[in-house]
Every structure is written in structure tokens, then in C-alpha cells.
């Protein structure tokens, strides 16, 4: 069992060596280092003739109330037992003894319910070894402690959100009757203030528009009035009563981001955001519009699924706000667009202000980003599946063309490995693709009680009498 190599340490293991064959039992760190033992009484070893350097080697008997009897010891001396050491440790971790040199340690009373042997060597002179006998009352079987879970990260669960609710709307306004509003227009007609005197209130009649609007309203309300929770930052109000607030990057604006979106994806609204509006402008204006455009897309979602979509062509109505298959469709691509405008705000930034995308608010600035995304992808998917169902093939403002740009097209390249450089390849590609859980798709909605006969308005402001069956 063990190998006699006759070198000038041989002479200090001769009384272990002689006893060799009668020990093959023994457990010896060389073959069984980190393992755990149930034993009442046994021995371990290692050495003989050196130990092996550059080692951190240890065992773990689990036994009741153990007495440690020496037969060899041979560990490197040094002041401090600096170099190499034996040391004896608890069950609870607790130090019990620390050796090195050729003074053979007296018997070791350990109780408890086990003990751990680790012998530590460096990169210098190394020791003959040990040897150690062990007996205790009883074994002790180790009960399994289970891991410790590591939490998986979601991207997008590190986002700072708080509580935002300033007022709540009279549900008695004469405008609209509230019975035909969708889940996302009632949340943000919950929120916003004053919203009776807002204009677009009294001029918009597409539910789309409407939560749009609404959804800026909101956020300039978090940015400049009352108590002013994202003063010196930009506010975003992500439904159900959570909003938060991102610090922009400083090094660059929004007209240094136009470089990079390529020309194949400049899409229908790039002129007028991009070029047009706030030029050199915060670049997280492009999030607040990318942030509405979810917004819209979620409603045109709901539109679908709450039974409030008429299909009559492009009928408005002041009072109920029905508008055409064809506007909920193409603000449904709104908010793949804008990923893309805002992932360009992204790019720039690891050019112009690398550091942003490393400091705490440049983590905040991409936890948004991440919860954004999602929203993007499953909205669309969700829509996709509705128009696939019912035989749509919409190809209404790139609803699907333009899509393909995006999944697969190869300027949007640096687009998709920013996604999945900072949120991992599986969840992006997975959402993108439309493999990730989404909401399930609904049968076709019945029609809405009570909208028979509805005086309907077409972009002209002629009335139009229909009716729904």
C-alpha cells in the first residue's frame, strides 16, 4: 500500500513504513482529497517519503466526540508555521491546532460531530508527511445540506422602480365613457394630472393616441412638476403605478446617435423623431418615445383581446374611440422600431461614454432598457399570433417585412449582439424569436355590448351609421 523510496526523510517514517501492510484501509489525502467520511474509528495519511508542493489538500471525518493520536509527523518548519502546515479544524469550522516541523503533536481530543485534517504546502522544501490515527464514539452520517440557491438573474430585475400615483380621474368625464377604454388607457388616465383640461384629451380619438399622449404627460409630470421625483433626470412611467428615473449620459446627444441606425432601418416615424424634433436633445428622448410606442402597442394588443376592436375600416368616434385595424397593426411595429433607435442610443454611448454603460446609473440605464425590451418583443409576438390567427398578413408599416430586418437582417447585426452581449444570448434570442412565454392568444372577441348602430366618423368627419354583429 505504500511505496518505499530510501531517501534522507525515509529514516524519519521507518516505524509508519513497517507498519504499511497492515494499514490498507487507511484513507490517504493523495487519493481521496475533499472527501467526507463517516467513520468511528480509522487513519489518515500522507507522505511517507514528501508530500507534493503547491498543494492544499484536506479530508473530513463525521464522527462523535473524536481522540487524534499522532504515529508520524514531518512538515516543513518555519517561524509561524508560514510555509507549510498541518492544521485540525471543527465541525464548525473552528481552528483546533496549527503544526509544521518534526515534533510529533500530542493526542487531539475533538468534540462535536467531526473534524477536518488540511495539509498545506507551498512552492518550496517539502515534509515526509503524517500519519494520525482517529477513533470517536460513533460515526456520524452528514445530513445533506442542500446548495444555497444562486438567484438567477432577469434582466431587467435591478431596475429602480417606485410607487406613482398623483390623482385619480373622474371616470364621469364627458369626453369618453370610460366603458370602452382598454386596461393600459384606464392605468394612465389614473395617473395623470388634471387630465379633463389636457387637449389631446378633447382632439385625440384613436385609444392609441390617446395613451401616448398620456403616457408624456406622465412623464413630464415626473420630471417638472410637483414634487418633482426625477428632478435632473428623465421620469418613466411603466404601468400599474411604478415609474422610474434614469440619469442620461452627457458625453454625446440625440444627433450623435443618427450615425448609427443604417438606412435599411430608418423606418416610417425615423425622419421626425431622429431629424426633426428636439435636435441635439437628451438622448433618452428617444426611450420616452420608445417607452409611448409600448405603451401603444400594448393597447392595440388589449384592443384585440377585451373586445373593443371594430373592424369597420378607419372609423373614429369622439365618444368611443374605435379606430382601424390597420393604425393598431402599424403601432404594434412602433415599438420594434423605436428598439431599435434606442439600442442606437446604446451603441453610442459605448463609443462616446464607455464609462456610463459601468457606473451605477449606466446599470439603471440598461436594467430600463432590458425591461423595455421585453415589453417590445412580447407585445409584438402577441400581436403577431392574433394576426396569424385570424389570416391577417398585415404589411402595414414593416409589421412583418420590417420585423425580419430586425431578427435576421444583417445591419441590424450590431443591434441584436449589443442585446445579447448585456442580457445573454438565450433570453434576447428567445424573445426576438418569439419562443419565450407570451400571453396566450385568445379567441377572436366577441363584439362589444351597446356599440350597435354607433354614429362612427371617418377621417373626414362624415358620420357613417354601421352596425356590429
Not at 68 to 77: A, I, K, M, Q, Y
Not at 192 to 199: G, H, K, M, R, Y
Not at 441 to 455: C, H, Q, S
Request: aromatic letters at 12%; glycine letters at 8%.
Amino acid at each position: 500500500c505504500c511505496c518505499l523510496r530510501m531517501t534522507h526523510r525515509s529514516a524519519l517514517a521507518l516505524v509508519a513504513l513497517l507498519s504499511c501492510s497492515a494499514r490498507a484501509a487507511d484513507l490517504t489525502l493523495r487519493s481521496n482529497n475533499g472527501e467526507s467520511v463517516p467513520a468511528a474509528r480509522g487513519s489518515i495519511a500522507d507522505g511517507y517519503d514528501s508530500y507534493p508542493s503547491n498543494s492544499d489538500r484536506r479530508v473530513t471525518v463525521t464522527g462523535r466526540d473524536c481522540v487524534l493520536t499522532w504515529r508520524f509527523f514531518d512538515v516543513e518548519d518555519s517561524e509561524g508555521c508560514e510555509y507549510d502546515y498541518l492544521e485540525l479544524t471543527s465541525a464548525t469550522g473552528a481552528s483546533l491546532g496549527k503544526w509544521c516541523g518534526g515534533t510529533l503533536p500530542g493526542p487531539q481530543m475533538v468534540s462535536g460531530d467531526g473534524f477536518t485534517v488540511r495539509l498545506y504546502a507551498d512552492a518550496g522544501v517539502e515534509g515526509a508527511g503524517f500519519d494520525l490515527d482517529y477513533e470517536c464514539s460513533e460515526a456520524v452520517t452528514p445530513v445533506p445540506v442542500p446548495p444555497t440557491p444562486v438567484p438567477v438573474y432577469t434582466p431587467g430585475s435591478r431596475l429602480n422602480t417606485f410607487y406613482y400615483a398623483d390623482t385619480q380621474f373622474s371616470t364621469q368625464s364627458k369626453h369618453w365613457r370610460r366603458e370602452h377604454w382598454n386596461t393600459a388607457l384606464k392605468d394612465v388616465s389614473d395617473v395623470i394630472l388634471d387630465v379633463s383640461a389636457n387637449d389631446w384629451w378633447r382632439s385625440h380619438t384613436s385609444r392609441t393616441t390617446l395613451v401616448h399622449e398620456t403616457l408624456h404627460g406622465i412623464d413630464g409630470d415626473l420630471e417638472n412638476r410637483g414634487s418633482r421625483p426625477c428632478r435632473g433626470k428623465t421620469g418613466f412611467y411603466l404601468l400599474n403605478n411604478r415609474a422610474a428615473c434614469i440619469t442620461s449620459p452627457r458625453r454625446f446627444d440625440k444627433d450623435d446617435v443618427r450615425k448609427y441606425i443604417p438606412q435599411s432601418l430608418r423606418f416610417f416615424r425615423y425622419s421626425l423623431y431622429l431629424e426633426e424634433i428636439n435636435r441635439g436633445g437628451d438622448p433618452l428622448l428617444v426611450h420616452e418615445e420608445w417607452t409611448a410606442y409600448i405603451v401603444d402597442a400594448i393597447t392595440s394588443y388589449e384592443l384585440y383581446t377585451e373586445g373593443l376592436l371594430v373592424e369597420q375600416g378607419n372609423l373614429r368616434n369622439l365618444k368611443s374611440g374605435y379606430e382601424s385595424e390597420a393604425r393598431v397593426v402599424d403601432h404594434g411595429f412602433g415599438a420594434v422600431e423605436f428598439l431599435i433607435y434606442s439600442y442606437a442610443v446604446g451603441l453610442a454611448a459605448e463609443d462616446y461614454e464607455p464609462s456610463y454603460l459601468t457606473s451605477a446609473a449606466g446599470e439603471q440605464f440598461l436594467e430600463l432598457m432590458a425591461v423595455l425590451t421585453e415589453r417590445t418583443f412580447t407585445s409584438y409576438c402577441n400581436l403577431k399570433s392574433i394576426l396569424e390567427l385570424r389570416n391577417k398578413p398585415y404589411s402595414v408599416n414593416n409589421f412583418f417585412t420590417g420585423y425580419e430586418k430586425v431578427r435576421t437582417g444583417r445591419d441590424a447585426r450590431p443591434f441584436r449582439e449589443f442585446g445579447r452581449k448585456h442580457y445573454g444570448t438565450a433570453w434576447f434570442d428567445d424573445l426576438m424569436n418569439c419562443r419565450a412565454d407570451a400571453t396566450p392568444v385568445p379567441p377572436t372577441p366577441a363584439p362589444v355590448p351597446g356599440v350597435e348602430n354607433l354614429n362612427l366618423k371617418d377621417d373626414d368627419g362624415r358620420t357613417v351609421t354601421t352596425a356590429t354583429s
